[in-house]
Nanobody
Framework: QVQLVESGGGLVQAGGSLRLSCAAS????????MGWFRQAPGKEREFVAA????????YYADSVKGRFTISRDNVKNTMYLQMNSLKPEDTAVYYC??????????????WGQGTQVTVSS
């Protein structure tokens, strides 16, 4: 199995940027497809982005397409989410997840504890 730890969250003004990181330990990172999800207060968890094992395929929710970029470094065992042009509606706890297949509608087997992102207007 794999352990996941997110970092990089914080408070930012609308229009600003943040980069989230997800550090993995345990089983070989490159054997997992990875994803980012978020959950705002009172709302269900939603898909944000996903990336295949080798990084060659990426997927994005329509709400973040063109503003967020997912990437991974299989040497550093870390996945990233570069978030630009942030909006107040991006405020949520962001979670990274690992599984067998990348995509918005697949089951992920392992989850991190989450990192808070707050965007002020």
């Amino acid at each position: 199995q794999v352990q996941l730890v997110e970092s990089g969250g914080g408070l930012v003004q609308a229009g600003g940027s943040l980069r989230l990181s997800c550090a993995a330990s345990g089983r070989t990172f490159s054997t997992y497809a990875m994803g980012w999800f978020r959950q705002a207060p009172g709302k269900e968890r939603e898909f944000v982005a996903a990336i295949s094992r080798g990084g060659g395929r990426t997927y994005y929710a329509d709400s973040v397409k063109g503003r967020f970029t997912i990437s991974r470094d299989n040497v550093k065992n870390t996945m990233y989410l570069q978030m630009n042009s942030l909006k107040p509606e991006d405020t949520a706890v962001y979670y990274c997840a690992a599984g067998d297949v990348a995509g918005p509608k697949v089951d992920y087997d392992y989850w991190g504890q989450g990192t808070q992102v707050t965007v002020s207007s």
